[in-house]
Protein backbone atom coordinates (compact mmCIF):
# COMPACT_ATOMS: atom_id res chain seq x y z
CA UNK A 1 0.00 0.00 0.00
CA UNK A 2 1.43 3.35 -0.61
CA UNK A 3 2.22 5.70 1.47
CA UNK A 4 4.32 6.82 4.61
CA UNK A 5 6.29 4.57 7.23
CA UNK A 6 7.76 5.77 10.32
CA UNK A 7 9.83 4.16 12.53
CA UNK A 8 10.06 3.59 15.66
CA UNK A 9 6.89 3.67 16.68
CA UNK A 10 7.09 4.71 19.68
CA UNK A 11 10.80 5.29 21.89
CA UNK A 12 11.86 5.45 25.26
CA UNK A 13 15.13 7.41 25.16
CA UNK A 14 17.97 8.67 27.88
CA UNK A 15 18.51 12.22 28.18
CA UNK A 16 21.95 13.08 26.31
CA UNK A 17 21.51 9.93 23.87
CA UNK A 18 21.30 10.36 20.11
CA UNK A 19 18.25 9.09 17.70
CA UNK A 20 17.60 8.83 14.46
CA UNK A 21 13.60 9.03 13.65
CA UNK A 22 13.42 7.72 10.47
CA UNK A 23 10.54 8.27 7.11
CA UNK A 24 10.41 6.44 4.24
CA UNK A 25 7.71 7.54 1.59
CA UNK A 26 6.89 5.74 -1.65
CA UNK A 27 4.79 8.09 -3.83
CA UNK A 28 7.77 9.76 -5.29
CA UNK A 29 6.40 13.12 -3.43
CA UNK A 30 9.26 16.32 -3.99
CA UNK A 31 9.04 17.65 -0.81
CA UNK A 32 8.81 16.24 3.11
CA UNK A 33 8.17 17.43 6.77
CA UNK A 34 8.59 17.01 10.04
CA UNK A 35 6.11 17.95 12.12
CA UNK A 36 6.33 17.70 16.24
CA UNK A 37 2.66 17.30 17.58
CA UNK A 38 2.16 18.73 21.49
CA UNK A 39 -0.78 19.22 23.69
CA UNK A 40 -2.23 22.40 23.18
CA UNK A 41 0.19 23.45 20.51
CA UNK A 42 -0.86 21.91 17.63
CA UNK A 43 1.79 20.61 14.75
CA UNK A 44 4.47 22.70 14.97
CA UNK A 45 7.30 22.62 11.48
CA UNK A 46 10.58 21.13 12.49
CA UNK A 47 12.39 20.77 9.02
CA UNK A 48 11.47 20.19 5.19
CA UNK A 49 12.75 19.62 2.33
CA UNK A 50 11.78 20.77 -1.41
CA UNK A 51 13.40 18.32 -2.75
CA UNK A 52 16.22 15.64 -2.35
CA UNK A 53 18.92 17.43 -1.73
CA UNK A 54 17.47 20.62 -0.26
CA UNK A 55 16.42 21.48 3.69
CA UNK A 56 15.26 23.99 5.52
CA UNK A 57 14.44 24.94 8.77
CA UNK A 58 11.21 25.16 10.01
CA UNK A 59 9.71 26.79 13.38
CA UNK A 60 11.08 24.98 15.99
CA UNK A 61 14.35 23.34 14.61
CA UNK A 62 16.70 23.69 17.11
CA UNK A 63 18.37 20.69 18.42
CA UNK A 64 17.19 18.66 15.24
CA UNK A 65 18.76 18.04 11.97
CA UNK A 66 17.62 16.23 8.93
CA UNK A 67 18.95 15.28 5.42
CA UNK A 68 17.68 14.46 2.47
CA UNK A 69 19.93 12.47 0.35
CA UNK A 70 17.05 10.88 -1.96
CA UNK A 71 13.37 11.16 -2.84
CA UNK A 72 12.15 8.33 -0.03
CA UNK A 73 13.78 8.98 3.14
CA UNK A 74 13.60 11.91 5.12
CA UNK A 75 15.20 11.14 8.70
CA UNK A 76 14.79 13.04 11.55
CA UNK A 77 18.48 12.95 13.80
CA UNK A 78 18.36 14.31 17.67
CA UNK A 79 22.10 14.90 18.67
CA UNK A 80 21.56 14.54 21.95
CA UNK A 81 17.76 13.95 23.57
CA UNK A 82 16.46 16.69 25.92
CA UNK A 83 13.14 16.04 27.71
CA UNK A 84 11.75 19.02 26.06
CA UNK A 85 12.07 16.90 22.82
CA UNK A 86 8.83 14.57 24.70
CA UNK A 87 6.72 14.49 21.74
CA UNK A 88 5.06 12.83 19.17
CA UNK A 89 6.69 12.81 15.40
CA UNK A 90 4.95 12.77 11.90
CA UNK A 91 6.57 12.85 9.40
CA UNK A 92 4.81 13.88 5.97
CA UNK A 93 5.22 14.43 2.07
CA UNK A 94 3.75 16.44 -0.95
CA UNK A 95 3.65 16.32 -4.72
CA UNK A 96 4.68 20.14 -5.91
CA UNK A 97 1.79 22.45 -5.93
CA UNK A 98 0.54 25.19 -3.93
CA UNK A 99 -2.84 23.28 -4.13
CA UNK A 100 -2.12 19.81 -3.26
CA UNK A 101 -2.20 18.43 0.37
CA UNK A 102 0.30 17.21 3.06
CA UNK A 103 0.17 13.14 3.47
CA UNK A 104 0.79 12.09 6.79
CA UNK A 105 2.82 9.03 8.08
CA UNK A 106 1.12 7.42 11.22
CA UNK A 107 3.90 9.08 13.90
CA UNK A 108 6.86 8.37 16.31
CA UNK A 109 6.16 8.85 20.15
CA UNK A 110 9.38 9.76 21.56
CA UNK A 111 9.81 10.09 25.30
CA UNK A 112 12.94 11.64 26.72
CA UNK A 113 13.76 11.14 30.51
CA UNK B 1 3.09 35.39 6.61
CA UNK B 2 -0.09 32.96 6.42
CA UNK B 3 -1.78 32.20 9.88
CA UNK B 4 -4.31 30.20 10.64
CA UNK B 5 -7.02 30.63 13.93
CA UNK B 6 -9.30 27.67 15.29
CA UNK B 7 -11.81 29.01 17.42
CA UNK B 8 -12.69 27.01 20.28
CA UNK B 9 -10.04 24.24 21.21
CA UNK B 10 -13.14 22.05 22.37
CA UNK B 11 -16.56 21.34 20.40
CA UNK B 12 -19.14 18.66 22.13
CA UNK B 13 -21.59 18.00 20.53
CA UNK B 14 -24.62 16.27 20.67
CA UNK B 15 -25.04 12.48 18.67
CA UNK B 16 -27.56 14.08 15.32
CA UNK B 17 -26.70 17.45 15.97
CA UNK B 18 -25.25 20.28 13.65
CA UNK B 19 -21.28 19.87 13.87
CA UNK B 20 -19.56 23.30 13.48
CA UNK B 21 -16.03 23.72 13.79
CA UNK B 22 -14.66 27.29 12.79
CA UNK B 23 -11.01 28.55 10.87
CA UNK B 24 -10.15 31.91 9.94
CA UNK B 25 -7.27 32.48 8.44
CA UNK B 26 -5.15 35.39 6.99
CA UNK B 27 -3.22 35.38 3.91
CA UNK B 28 -1.80 38.13 1.94
CA UNK B 29 -2.22 35.89 -1.04
CA UNK B 30 -5.52 33.67 -2.45
CA UNK B 31 -5.22 30.87 -0.19
CA UNK B 32 -5.54 27.17 -0.51
CA UNK B 33 -6.67 25.86 2.53
CA UNK B 34 -7.24 22.29 3.81
CA UNK B 35 -9.22 20.60 7.09
CA UNK B 36 -7.63 17.52 8.65
CA UNK B 37 -9.08 14.99 11.00
CA UNK B 38 -7.09 13.23 13.58
CA UNK B 39 -8.20 9.80 15.38
CA UNK B 40 -7.04 8.73 18.80
CA UNK B 41 -2.60 7.19 17.91
CA UNK B 42 -3.23 8.42 14.57
CA UNK B 43 -2.04 10.39 11.77
CA UNK B 44 -4.05 13.19 10.10
CA UNK B 45 -5.91 12.51 7.07
CA UNK B 46 -7.00 15.03 4.56
CA UNK B 47 -11.11 15.66 5.09
CA UNK B 48 -11.34 18.33 2.38
CA UNK B 49 -9.53 21.28 0.48
CA UNK B 50 -10.29 24.66 -1.13
CA UNK B 51 -8.28 25.40 -4.41
CA UNK B 52 -10.46 28.28 -5.91
CA UNK B 53 -12.70 26.13 -7.98
CA UNK B 54 -15.99 26.23 -5.63
CA UNK B 55 -16.41 28.20 -2.75
CA UNK B 56 -18.52 25.54 -0.88
CA UNK B 57 -16.41 22.08 -1.09
CA UNK B 58 -17.14 18.79 0.01
CA UNK B 59 -14.99 16.17 1.63
CA UNK B 60 -15.39 12.90 3.20
CA UNK B 61 -17.77 11.21 5.78
CA UNK B 62 -20.23 13.90 5.28
CA UNK B 63 -18.26 17.07 6.32
CA UNK B 64 -18.13 20.07 3.99
CA UNK B 65 -16.63 23.40 4.53
CA UNK B 66 -17.13 26.92 2.83
CA UNK B 67 -14.54 29.53 1.58
CA UNK B 68 -15.75 33.18 2.24
CA UNK B 69 -13.25 35.51 1.24
CA UNK B 70 -15.02 38.42 2.84
CA UNK B 71 -14.98 37.42 6.08
CA UNK B 72 -11.75 35.06 6.16
CA UNK B 73 -13.10 32.15 7.22
CA UNK B 74 -12.92 28.21 6.24
CA UNK B 75 -15.45 26.42 8.90
CA UNK B 76 -16.29 22.70 8.55
CA UNK B 77 -20.02 21.73 9.03
CA UNK B 78 -21.39 18.62 9.22
CA UNK B 79 -25.25 18.17 9.57
CA UNK B 80 -25.71 15.32 11.68
CA UNK B 81 -23.07 14.31 14.02
CA UNK B 82 -21.85 10.65 14.62
CA UNK B 83 -19.96 9.48 17.35
CA UNK B 84 -17.46 8.05 14.88
CA UNK B 85 -16.82 11.91 14.49
CA UNK B 86 -15.05 12.01 17.76
CA UNK B 87 -11.60 13.22 17.03
CA UNK B 88 -9.59 16.02 16.33
CA UNK B 89 -9.53 18.76 13.83
CA UNK B 90 -6.89 20.76 12.25
CA UNK B 91 -7.83 23.53 9.16
CA UNK B 92 -4.76 24.48 7.56
CA UNK B 93 -3.23 27.09 4.69
CA UNK B 94 -0.72 26.32 1.87
CA UNK B 95 1.97 29.07 2.35
CA UNK B 96 2.90 29.33 -0.99
CA UNK B 97 5.45 28.35 -3.37
CA UNK B 98 7.74 26.44 -0.42
CA UNK B 99 4.77 24.10 0.06
CA UNK B 100 4.58 24.87 3.92
CA UNK B 101 1.73 24.25 5.74
CA UNK B 102 0.88 26.66 8.64
CA UNK B 103 -1.65 24.47 10.91
CA UNK B 104 -3.70 25.76 13.61
CA UNK B 105 -3.75 24.38 17.01
CA UNK B 106 -6.52 22.22 16.42
CA UNK B 107 -10.65 21.61 17.42
CA UNK B 108 -11.49 18.26 19.39
CA UNK B 109 -15.07 17.06 18.58
CA UNK B 110 -16.54 15.17 21.45
CA UNK B 111 -20.03 13.67 20.38
CA UNK B 112 -22.04 12.55 23.08
CA UNK B 113 -24.60 10.04 22.89
Known amino acids: IAGITQAPTSQILAAGRRMTLRCTQD?????MYWYRQDLGLGLRLIHY???????GKGEVPDGYSVSRANTDDFPLTLASAVPSQTSVYFC????????????FGPGTRLTVL | AQSVTQLGSHVSVSEGALVLLRCNYS??????LFWYVQYPNQGLQLLLKYTSAATLVKGINGFEAEFKKSETSFHLTKPSAHMSDAAEYFC???????????FGKGTLLTVNP
Open chain 1, 92 to 103: ASRQAGWYNEQF
Open chain 1, 27 to 31: MRHNA
Open chain 1, 49 to 55: SNTAGTT
Open chain 2, 27 to 32: SSVPPY
Open chain 2, 92 to 102: AVSEGSNYKLT
